[in-house]
């Protein structure tokens, strides 16, 4: 009897477990919120359907990898975050603060933007992210040290230096 009931306890774990999965695929991967306009999230689905690019950065190695993902200037543009030649006045005091979910963030200035590109990757090389550094990563592919690649991102609150 108690082998039988052991037996059900896995079942019922393996069906919780299961149903836990679906509903992650199901879940915002990415939320972009705080001062905007348009506070929003996305699945890895919802980022996989939106225009796609692709980068070239040399790794630690002094090889080059291939990153392809999304352009955050795009999501941020989506969520009403004035870019470029909309930003404007206070809105020079906002800025992103890109977080992992390790807990890491990395902050970049919103004219940051002007000149340079911001990716929300997805894939290397042709493959997933490794599980340590995705499902998603932002990079900045202009810089030499990786220091404000954020791994695991999940969270790009837009936020106010002052008031």
């Known amino acids: ?20 999965s679906e509903l992650a695929a199901d879940t915002a991967a990415l939320v972009l919120d705080g001062d905007l306009t348009k506070p929003m999230s996305w699945t890895l689905a919802d980022l996989k359907r939106l225009p796609r690019i692709t980068v070239k950065v040399k790794n630690d190695s002094g090889t080059e990898d291939l990153y392809e993902g999304v352009d955050l200037a795009n999501l941020l543009t989506l969520g009403g975050v004035p870019l470029k030649g909309a930003l404007k006045g206070g809105d020079v005091a906002r800025y992103l603060h890109a977080e992992g979910q390790d807990g890491f963030a990395a902050v970049f200035a919103l004219p940051e933007f002007d000149a340079g590109t911001f990716v929300v990757a997805d894939s290397v090389n042709g493959q997933a992210l490794p599980a340590d550094r ?16 954020v791994k695991q991102l999940n969270l790009l609150p837009i936020k106010r230096s002052v008031k």
């Open 1 to 20: 009897m108690h082998r039988f009931l052991a037996l059900i306890a896995f079942a019922v774990s393996l069906t919780v477990a299961s149903s836990q």
């Open 134 to 149: 995705g499902p998603l990563q932002m990079i900045s592919p202009q810089e030499m040290r990786h220091s404000r690649w």
